[in-house]
């Protein structure tokens, strides 16, 4: 078996007692996967946080067949692997505690975009939250927003189908592999979304099954890969709540849909606003200004190279962008050996220097 860098890179979703956050941090150290298989155990053990059950695990690997038999789906199938340390895996997806190793897509959309939006929300969706999902997008076509969502029936459907209305690009986040389609009654939309510039995605393997189980780690990528996550309607209990909590530790910005206290799936909304964990949706307009897209913003054609009067710390967040493009607070502290206070204090000046700009989802980017 002629094994390739994507072997090996589909091979790591598969090695036994290593999670996405593990992966992640052996992956900061060791960026090429095969290294990952080929060092010696001796070698394995000189990686930070390896261990010895990990390193043994790698070697101990033997699944090729499997691996062999999704990389000949993927090539028969035109799908597109997206490796973490790729730059075509999603920048935002990159920055949370625990990302996919690895990302399966179909379609042309970049996962990149400028502004993007994950629309989340109950399967059983009133009248209300349709209208409401509708406006939204409808304002949102003039801006040119991404929108994500899970493929579900209700208010991801919604979402799916308006954005193609209205010529904004739109993504489904799928919780089973491409050789399936859930809900099937979601099969002719799936199809829709690729056939205009939209694209399908997920973690798992072709043949991994519509299991509920699944679907929990789906909605990571959804909490993660955007923006923002705004929350239409749902009860107190579900997919849609797990969704906006993990949005909200991720550090995105989490807005609620506001409804009736005796109504049921509105319960769940005014739950994450009362609790603060979501801001109150007032309209589409109020969106867009609290997300600073109210006007268009390009950056200018030649980067400034040279920042006279900057301290050393400020120096050093400017070599960080550079290297990173976009970080967020999280990645300058974990890089940057500075107390958080000192480190706002810098970006603060920074920001009313004209040197870097705050991003939704309280990340940086150089001006």
């Given at each position: 078996?002629?094994?390739?860098?994507?072997?090996?890179?589909?091979?790591?979703?598969?090695?036994?007692?290593?999670?996405?956050?593990?992966?992640?941090?052996?992956?900061?150290?060791?960026?090429?996967?095969?290294?990952?298989?080929?060092?010696?155990?001796?070698?394995?053990?000189?990686?930070?946080?390896?261990?010895?059950?990990?390193?043994?695990?790698?070697?101990?690997?033997?699944?090729?067949?499997?691996?062999?038999?999704?990389?000949?789906?993927?090539?028969?199938?035109?799908?597109?692997?997206i490796f973490?340390?790729?730059?075509?895996?999603?920048?935002?997806?990159?920055?949370?505690?625990?990302?996919?190793?690895?990302?399966?897509?179909?379609?042309?959309?970049?996962?990149?975009?400028?502004?993007?939006?994950?629309?989340?929300?109950?399967?059983?969706?009133?009248?209300?939250?349709?209208?409401?999902?509708?406006?939204?997008?409808?304002t949102l076509?003039?801006?040119?927003?991404?929108?994500?969502?899970?493929?579900?029936?209700?208010?991801?459907?919604?979402?799916?189908?308006?954005?193609?209305?209205?010529?904004?690009?739109?993504?489904?986040?799928?919780?089973?592999?491409?050789?399936?389609?859930?809900?099937?009654?979601?099969?002719?939309?799936?199809?829709?979304?690729?056939?205009?510039?939209?694209?399908?995605?997920?973690?798992?393997?072709?043949?991994?099954?519509?299991?509920?189980?699944?679907?929990?780690?789906?909605?990571?990528?959804?909490?993660g890969i955007?923006?923002?996550?705004?929350?239409?309607?749902?009860?107190?209990?579900?997919?849609?709540?797990?969704?906006?909590?993990?949005?909200?530790?991720?550090?995105?910005?989490?807005?609620?849909?506001?409804?009736?206290?005796?109504?049921?799936?509105?319960?769940?909304?005014?739950?994450?606003?009362?609790?603060?964990?979501?801001?109150?949706?007032?309209?589409?307009?109020?969106?867009?200004?609290?997300?600073?897209?109210?006007?268009?913003?390009?950056?200018?054609?030649?980067?400034?190279?040279?920042?006279?009067?900057?301290?050393?710390?400020?120096?050093?967040?400017?070599?960080?962008?550079?290297?990173?493009?976009?970080?967020?607070?999280?990645?300058?502290?974990?890089?940057?050996?500075?107390?958080?206070?000192?480190?706002?204090?810098?970006?603060?000046?920074?920001?009313?220097?004209?040197?870097?700009?705050?991003?939704?989802?309280?990340?940086?980017?150089?001006?």
């Amino acid at each position: 078996m002629n094994l390739t860098e994507k072997h090996y890179q589909l091979a790591l979703t598969k090695v036994p007692n290593i999670g996405p956050v593990q992966m992640k941090q052996l992956l900061d150290i060791v960026p090429s996967a095969k290294d990952l298989f080929t060092m010696s155990i001796k070698e394995l053990l000189t990686i930070e946080s390896m261990g010895v059950v990990k390193a043994k695990a790698f070697k101990a690997f033997d699944s090729w067949d499997e691996i062999e038999n999704e990389y000949d789906f993927i090539e028969k199938f035109n799908i597109e692997l997206i490796f973490i340390n790729d730059p075509q895996y999603p920048y935002r997806l990159r920055q949370i505690s625990d990302p996919p190793t690895i990302l399966f897509k179909r379609g042309n959309t970049s996962l990149n975009p400028e502004k993007c939006i994950s629309i989340i929300g109950t399967r059983d969706n009133t009248n209300y939250g349709k209208t409401i999902t509708e406006k939204l997008i409808q304002t949102l076509q003039s801006l040119d927003v991404t929108v994500y969502s899970g493929l579900a029936l209700g208010i991801d459907t919604i979402a799916h189908k308006s954005s193609l209305d209205n010529q904004l690009s739109t993504i489904g986040v799928l919780g089973h592999g491409f050789k399936h389609l859930y809900p099937y009654e979601n099969k002719k939309l799936a199809e829709d979304i690729l056939n205009n510039n939209g694209g399908l995605i997920t973690e798992f393997f072709h043949s991994t099954i519509p299991d509920r189980f699944n679907f929990p780690l789906r909605n990571r990528i959804v909490a993660g890969i955007s923006d923002a996550t705004i929350v239409i309607e749902t009860a107190m209990k579900g997919g849609s709540m797990i969704t906006a909590h993990l949005a909200s530790d991720y550090n995105r910005d989490v807005f609620a849909v506001p409804g009736k206290i005796s109504d049921i799936k509105s319960q769940g909304c005014n739950q994450l606003i009362g609790d603060n964990h979501a801001e109150i949706f007032i309209s589409p307009e109020y969106f867009i200004e609290k997300m600073n897209w109210s006007v268009k913003q390009t950056k200018p054609q030649i980067q400034r190279q040279f920042f006279p009067d900057l301290t050393p710390l400020e120096e050093r967040i400017v070599q960080l962008l550079r290297n990173l493009s976009i970080v967020s607070i999280d990645e300058i502290q974990q890089n940057i050996s500075e107390t958080p206070s000192v480190i706002a204090g810098a970006l603060l000046n920074m920001e009313l220097s004209g040197v870097i700009k705050t991003l939704p989802g309280k990340m940086y980017e150089l001006l």
